[in-house]
């Protein structure tokens, strides 16, 4: 009797044998289940393998350290869902510098610039993606804001300046960053601070942050100025084609973009028969009518225009 009851504890403590066909995945407990460093998914008690069939989307090789996983790495950034096209496309840098830092030709510039025009075009095939674009971009633009001003405030940038100075700094700074500027008159419209403390405050959080911004493609600008002045599609696409004409050759530099956008969208609707008068121009664009008259004589002249 004892030598029984013996054996039958030996047979409880190894545990009975299950045919892994009887057994129903469903009918298990979830908090039975683990899944291994391996992706296979377990039951803890049986050892059945609910799951094996896991794409390991990782790398096929193994690095212990940062500047190990750097040296490794082959590939770009992985795909996200804050852009409209997950971030398959290319980028074209804007910089016109070659891989070893040094500036390329005028005539490689010029290539770079249509090759960069037509990457912009082909990233939204339908109405459909240019909506969730711009909608993606105004997200990532106030929460570029936020961080920018988080960097500021870690940074102790906001020492002897007004909170409300900084908060629209850094909201300038977002816009520009993400592509959807806005001019400082207008920033200063909206808020409480004046345009002077606006652009002091942004140029000092811009260097002591290293924010690298590029230049603002006045071509930005022409839709909504163009949509104010209740212009046609084919003002606006003349505006973009004197812009990138007239950029071409050399006549933005140094110049302010609302002004050049302004001008442009100016003469584009002298040659589309949808005249505006300059002030009306300079009103919506919020510069002055001396430098549409300005920018519109070099414009047209680079165009071989007479007026």
């Known amino acids: 009797m004892r030598d029984e009851d013996a054996e039958k504890t030996d047979t409880d403590a190894e545990g009975v044998d299950v045919d892994a066909d009887e057994l129903d995945p469903e009918d298990f407990d979830p908090e039975e289940l683990t899944r291994t460093a391996d992706g296979e998914l377990i039951h803890e008690e049986t050892g059945l393998i609910v799951e094996e ?20 790495s082959r590939v770009g950034a992985p795909t996200t869902k804050t852009m ?4 398959l496309t290319t980028t074209i840098d804007w910089k016109d510098k070659d891989a070893y830092g040094r500036s390329i030709s ?3 510039r010029s290539q770079m ?12 095939k339908d109405a459909g993606e240019r909506n969730l674009q711009f909608a993606l971009s105004e997200i990532d633009r106030m929460a ?8 500021a405030l870690n940074e102790d940038l906001i020492r ?9 700094a850094a909201l300038y700074a977002a816009c520009r960053k993400e592509g959807i500027p806005r001019s400082l008159e207008e920033i200063s419209d909206v808020s409480r601070v004046e ?4 652009g002091r405050t942004y140029r000092y959080i811009s260097q002591e942050l290293g924010l690298e911004m590029r230049p603002v493609d006045p071509k930005k600008y022409v839709p909504r100025f163009s ?6 599609e084919e003002v606006q696409s003349k505006a973009n084609e004197i812009i990138e004409t007239t950029a071409e050759q050399g006549l933005l530099s140094g110049k302010s973009p609302t002004g050049f956008a302004a001008a442009a969208i100016y003469a584009a609707s002298l040659l589309c028969n949808e005249k505006k008068t300059q002030r009306e121009v300079a009103d919506v664009a919020q510069v002055t009518e001396v430098t549409i008259r300005n920018r519109y004589q070099e414009q047209i002249e680079a165009m071989g225009i007479h007026s």
């Open 53 to 72: 069939e896991q794409i390991d989307p990782g790398p096929e090789w193994r690095a212990f350290n940062h500047s190990e996983r750097q040296s490794k």
């Open 113 to 124: 610039h249509r090759l960069r025009k037509w990457q912009e075009r082909i990233r939204t």
């Open 84 to 87: 409209h096209d997950k971030g």
């Open 227 to 232: 949509s104010e002045l209740d212009l046609s």
């Open 106 to 108: 005028a005539k490689k």
């Open 160 to 168: 002897g300046r007004s909170i409300e100075g900084v908060s629209t």
């Open 144 to 151: 570029s804001a936020l961080v920018i001003y988080r960097r």
């Open 195 to 198: 345009r002077k403390e606006i």
